[in-house]
């Protein structure tokens, strides 16, 4: 029902773990590479003929780029990688997997300058339109920065970035972990980031990835595993986590014969002048977990707003007509109803007014209240 979110610093965690483990770091990238080409054969389609522009970042995230490139010219497609840093420099995995790409026949080329460089050689049809007309990749894969990225991007990745984003409308965008210039921890772009139409994140999703602010940037997330064994997993464990859809299995099924009277009673105590809609949604939230019998406690003068005419909520008013705030004395009114009640919700908008506080103080103190209360 929960997937782990590990941090940034806690997935290096798991690679160390796995490669302590003895399973060897260029084996967990070329496996990286290959849930990549998956996802993307999957994404786009076949790839013989494709134009592929790769962008090659300086560290592992680049060697998945540079490994993701040689399946792809094995595959049929044309290929072209633009590294950030001189090959040379380009040390450890990373660096074997640039070389056995280079010794496949695959072309790398220097990103800074792109697209105006490539102006009138070979590499033109690489660029936009703004550079030859008959150009520009049909994908274009995002390996500039990994999740491990912090501070702000520097002046030539701020380029490549808004380059990449301008091929947006004619060019599938594919981000390889996560979006380059996207923070792993907070889902918010540093200052910018890749709009990926969609991003392959390795064995499991990182916090920033799944926050809603990161949307625009990540597209379709999908997650593929790399190998990483469980007992890394186990020892290392994750400081977030993310519900699945398995939790609905968690909710009992509707038998034919049920009905509101017989699938459980909830009580929702809430609301204050302003803030109705909070009993409102805790009561719609109930409603959906499966509970029958939804009634809304507030204020006479609240409960039409708290309704919001959703036939499926009931309310009961409390006080005269037009009462708008909470009292101790209001406690009497609902203690019939109490006794009939499995659970009960209690605060969601009720303010904090000192009389609210007694009429709560008064409510958990009452014997005849529901013992289940959230």
Not at 20 to 48: C, F, I, K, Q, Y
Not at 175 to 201: Q, Y
Not at 211 to 240: D, K, M, Q, W
Request: net charge positive.
């Amino acid at each position: 029902m929960f997937a782990p979110l590990p941090s940034p610093a806690e997935m290096s965690g798991w690679d160390r773990a796995a490669i302590d483990l003895g399973l060897p770091e260029l084996l967990l990238m070329e496996n990286a590479s290959r849930e990549a080409l998956h996802v993307l054969s999957a994404e786009t389609g076949h790839m013989p003929g494709k134009r592929v522009l790769l962008f090659m970042g300086g560290g592992n995230n680049g060697g998945d780029a540079a490994c993701l490139a040689r399946h792809l010219h094995d595959g049929g497609a044309e290929v072209l990688v633009l590294h950030t840093r001189p090959l040379g420099a380009y040390r450890g995995v990373t660096g074997q997997h640039v070389r056995l790409a280079r010794r496949c026949g695959v072309a790398f080329a220097p990103a800074a300058g792109w697209p105006e460089k490539y102006r009138n050689t070979p590499w033109d049809v690489y660029a936009d339109a703004s550079v030859c007309e008959r150009g520009g990749p049909d994908i274009v894969v995002d390996g500039i920065l990994g999740t491990g990225f912090s501070g702000s991007l520097r002046p030539l990745e701020l380029g490549l970035v808004a380059r990449i984003n301008a091929l947006a409308q004619r060019a599938f965008i594919f981000s390889l972990d996560i979006p380059s210039g996207l923070s792993g921890l907070t889902g918010r772009p540093c200052p910018v980031a890749v709009r990926a139409h969609a991003t392959v994140t390795f064995e499991a999703a990182k916090p920033g990835l799944v926050l809603p602010e990161a949307a625009p940037y990540t597209g379709r997330l999908h997650i593929r595993p790399i190998g990483i064994p469980a007992v890394a997993r186990r020892e290392h464990p994750a400081s977030y986590q993310m519900i699945t859809k398995a939790i609905a299995g968690a909710f009992p099924e509707a038998a034919p014969g049920w009905h509101k009277g017989t699938a459980g009673a909830i009580l929702i105590v809430g609301g204050s002048e302003g803030l109705t809609g909070a009993p409102h949604l805790a009561a719609r939230a109930a409603l959906r977990a499966g509970g029958g019998l939804i009634s809304v406690t507030a204020p006479h003068g609240l409960c039409r707003d708290i309704k919001a005419d959703c036939p499926d909520i009931m309310t009961r008013a409390l006080g005269p007509a037009g009462n708008v705030r909470w009292s101790p004395a209001l406690l009497e009114e609902l203690l019939p109803f109490l006794r009939q009640c499995g659970a009960m919700v209690l605060g969601p908008g009720i303010g904090r007014e000192p009389e609210t506080a007694a009429f709560v103080q008064a409510l958990l103190m009452c014997p005849s209240r529901p013992s289940a209360v959230v």
